[in-house]
């Protein structure tokens, strides 16, 4: 199907290879490139639309936005204008990073403006819990993990969102990572002063972001960079909940929302989002870096690190794919380099985990860990929690079709789930929490596990021979008994795990976490890679 972008065509739907609208006669190939197929949403200024770029090969799919006032008052339009300009140049402007919209096109034609980017498919994170129920305290952690160095990356570009919530925010489906949509509320002239003239005042106020998700001082038209930390802890209580802010109440003497009894995590957790959700600004987090130092998060360096290299996508080029987009805009993925601002954070945290490791104990051939994956949580505040609230959408004993369907739609959080005695053998569960999950006696032999938490969980005697376990987090973890032989363990995070008996013959442990207390009462042969990365036994 063509579809005409004439805003007063009374039916827009065309033939597939029609060259103008029967209804109306408006040129359906836009600048001689781009065919329009379908509407995917409409916003206060502008309507997005599924197209095709014919002037490439292979017509790949893009989003096009169109500039479209909801209102013809005439001070709506300049401002509506300013507002996709803005939008523009900030897409423009921070569009190198994978997390962030990549500008493709923009332009104006027969007196209409137009913004082109990549397409993504994949589900909002609103989408996700409504299909597979709140996240346990370590999802959501993981959830934190993904997004503070994003955020902290624009806000070092001098960039206020102004409207994170889970609407926002796409599970990209070619690579499962985060992107944050939807940049027709920025505000980026943080320092500038406040206009004085009526028309500013009214631009600003067409584009405060969403109650709820808004703190107090953005909605009074003076956001700062710590407006997009509150709106961050929002999300978090709703992907703990489920809950939207207006199923929430507020105190009527202070305006805080009142979350705490709807929400079961460990007491750390808890206080940092209440700094996060502090109505008042000077009380709250200031900075991404500011969260990510509290939630102690040094296990995540290497998936910060890697999170800001872009892998390009796979070719995926459907007419009617599953895509999800926020009110005006949609959101594609990005090639990018790192940022400044969050290389930096990088090598603080790594300087200060390198600080911790002098102090503790020997590892082997003086290797330390090498970073350990966004999907798990700290070990120094999972205590207590993985605990959901509301109805799971999960029961309490699952099968391993229940697992591997859920994963399937894009499910990661098993957290405390009783997955023992499964067989899950040669199964895709990389990147998945099973963090105190009861494992025992499963079988996962020639699993991908890869980037997985298993901290605190029971794997004993699980069967995770030639099972695929680099970069897993096995902190704590029981793996007494368990079959490991052949098993992948390199850069894996194995500190305080239990050993006892484990068969560690043809192992790969090279640069593992692991101590020789550990190694000394497992079973290790020729064959086993030690974290030196020399063969033989322990």
Known sequence: MSYCLNPACPQPKNPMHADACQACGTKLLLRDRYRVHKALGQGGFGATFLA?????????????????PASNVSHVIPMARELFEREARTLGKIGNHPQVPRLL?????????????????????QQEIKRSGPLSEAGVKQFLSELLPLL?????????????????????????????????????????????????????????????????????LRPVYASDIYAV??????????????????????GEMVWQKYVHVSDHFAEVLKKMLEASVRHRYQSATDILRALDLEPYLDSLEQGLVAKPNQ????????????????????????????????????ARRARKEQSGSRTLGGQRNQGI????????????????TGKPKLPA???????????????????????????????????????QAKLAR????????????????????????????????????DLEGADLRGADLSFAYLNNASLKGANLCGANLSNAKITEEQLAVAKTNWATVLPSGKRGFW
């Open 152 to 220: 902290q990356y624009i806000h070092s570009q001098q960039v206020i969102h102004r409207d994170i919530k889970p609407a926002n925010l796409i599970r990209r489906e070619q690579d499962r990572k985060l992107v944050l949509i939807d940049f027709g509320a920025v505000k980026n002239q943080v320092n500038a002063p406040t206009a004085s003239n009526s028309d500013q005042t009214a631009l600003t106020n067409f584009a405060i972001g969403t109650p709820g998700f808004a703190p107090p001082e953005q909605m009074a």
């Open 105 to 125: 096109d923009y332009f104006d034609e027969q007196q209409q403006f137009y913004l082109v980017q990549e397409y993504i498919s994949g589900s909002t994170l």
């Open 52 to 68: 095709e770029d014919k002037s490439l090969p292979g017509d790949p799919c893009c989003v096009i936005k169109q500039l479209r």
């Open 397 to 435: 004993k699952l099968d391993a079709n229940v697992v591997l369907t859920a994963y399937m739609k894009g499910r990661r959080d098993f957290a405390s789930q009783d997955l023992s005695g499964l067989d899950l053998h040669k199964t895709e569960l990389a990147g998945g929490i099973f963090h």
């Open 233 to 254: 802890g929002v999300t978090c209580i709703y992907l703990l909940t489920g809950k939207s802010p207006k199923d929430l109440d507020y105190n009527p003497s202070t």
């Open 315 to 350: 070719p995926h080029n459907p007419l009617n794919p599953q895509l999800f987009y926020s009110g005006d805009l949609g959101s594609p993925s990005s090639s990018s380099s790192p940022s400044t601002a969050t290389t930096k954070l990088a090598d603080a945290i790594r």
């Open 373 to 388: 994956p966004a999907q798990r949580a700290s070990t120094t505040s999972l205590r207590s929690e993985s605990v959901t």
């Open 442 to 477: 499963t079988n996962l032999q020639g699993a991908d596990l890869s980037n997985a938490d298993f901290g605190r969980a029971s794997l004993n005697r699980a069967n995770l021979r030639d099972a695929k376990l680099g970069r897993a987090y096995l902190s704590y973890a």
